[in-house]
């Protein structure tokens, strides 16, 4: 089932918002598809959309690059009501709707929801380099996802918050042809800190986070509490809270990948 080309005449549309695939998907299960024969069909171009002239035209990865410099662009989590989770660039001449890992990778988390067989690419050859390790990875079962994380020592100390860091480090993509999808971060004060990566699900569950303090408290981590909300996790052990976890973007908190969201979310710490 190919999913994509949402839009094709008069404004720049997305080439396949997230939550219209959903639908899609959604319509075709509940008219008996049977997601055990069903592959999800996925683009791997990218498209430019003309201020005048022909509405668009399709462009590899490489050319979209030289078209709007990488640094351009941007993520785009929703218009209006619908989630869209795609990137774009403004041009000289138009909007760039682009297609690589970070893309790929919701997208591929839709066929494991929906159960579905697997997934075709559309079109071989014009793809980013980078969506071979997301696909790897998939396969393997640990679908990378990008998130921006904050950790705040409560009562761990210096030394125990320094080997929590460390820790909470080794989480992530260990090697990336681009850099900044390795772990990285940096401190705000002497008890908060900051990394971004792309995780692997369960990496940054609350969970994986009881084992981390667990480790550096030498406790079971099932004497760990938690308490919180979607974006805010209070960890504690024998009444006394220790770690504060903060999710500015990705994984499953509210404030998801959108940059200029997670910016304004991130200088409320800065």
């Given at each position: 089932m190919d999913v994509y080309v949402y839009g094709w005449r008069q404004s720049p549309y997305p080439i396949a918002p997230y939550n219209w695939i959903k639908n899609v998907l959604d319509a075709a299960l509940r008219r008996g598809l049977q997601p055990a024969r069903t592959y999800l069909g996925i683009h791997t171009y990218c498209r430019h959309w003309l201020d005048s002239g022909w509405p668009y035209y399709n462009v590899t990865y490489d050319q979209a690059a030289q078209i709007a410099p990488c640094e351009?662009?941007?993520?785009?989590?929703?218009?209006?009501?619908?989630?869209?989770?795609?990137?774009?660039?403004?041009?000289?001449?138009?909007?760039?709707?682009?297609?690589?890992?970070?893309?790929?990778?919701?997208?591929?988390?839709?066929?494991?929801?929906?159960?579905?067989?697997?997934?075709?690419?559309f079109i071989p050859g014009v793809e980013a380099e980078a969506i071979w390790p997301v696909i790897a990875e998939w396969k393997a079962g640990v679908s990378p996802w990008h998130g921006y994380i904050g950790l705040e020592d409560i009562n761990l100390g210096a030394t125990r918050f320094?080997?929590?860091?460390?820790?909470?480090?080794?989480?992530?993509?260990?090697?990336?042809?681009?850099?900044?999808?390795?772990?990285?971060?940096?401190?705000?004060?002497?008890t908060r800190h900051i990394l971004e990566a792309m995780f692997r699900y369960g990496e940054l569950s609350a969970q994986h986070t009881k084992n981390w303090l667990g480790a550096v408290l030498d406790v079971d981590a099932v004497t760990i509490d938690d308490a919180g909300n979607d974006d805010t996790i209070t960890f504690s052990q024998g009444g006394v809270d220790y770690l504060k976890l903060y999710l500015f973007g990705g994984l499953d908190s509210a404030w998801m990948q959108s940059g200029d969201e997670c910016r304004a979310r991130l200088a409320t710490w800065i």
């Open positions: 351009t662009w941007r993520w785009m989590e929703r218009i209006g009501n619908m989630t869209v989770r795609e990137k774009y660039a403004r041009t000289a001449n138009g909007y760039l709707w682009l297609s690589d890992g970070d893309t790929l990778a919701h997208r591929l988390h839709l066929a494991d929801e929906f159960g579905l067989a697997g997934v075709m690419l320094n080997q929590l860091l460390d820790i909470a480090y080794s989480q992530g993509r260990k090697k990336d042809a681009q850099p900044c999808r390795i772990t990285h971060g940096r401190s705000v004060s002497a």
